[in-house]
């Protein structure tokens, strides 16, 4: 079975992110690492979205998704 585990998003303004995934989305928060600037909102199904802030001029490099699988080898020679 394979199925989303989380997602990494880079937001230029961590509250305002974070307030619009809650309230428009209905999503909670799991964690926050205020020192890394990220907050991890979970949607209640075991999907995780991890929002990081990035400093203003700094470009950001892209979104990461993970999958979560039963076996990694297995899955990885299909």
């Known amino acids: 079975m394979m199925k989303f585990d989380h997602l ?3 937001v230029s303004h961590l509250e305002r992110s ?3 995934y809650i309230s428009t989305l209905g999503l ?5 690492v ?7 909102l979970q949607d209640g199904e075991g999907f995780a ?3 990081q802030e990035k400093p203003s001029g700094v470009e ?3 979104i990461a998704l ?7 080898d297995a899955t990885h020679v299909a």
Not at 28 to 32: A, K, L, P, Q
Not at 66 to 72: E, N, S
């Open 8 to 10: 990494n998003i880079p």
């Open 34 to 40: 205020p020192d890394r600037r990220t907050v991890a």
């Open 18 to 20: 974070r307030d619009w």
């Open 66 to 72: 993970w999958f979560q699988v039963d076996d990694t």
């Open 28 to 32: 909670r928060v799991e964690f926050e």
């Open 60 to 62: 950001p490099n892209g």
């Open 49 to 51: 979205i991890f929002l």
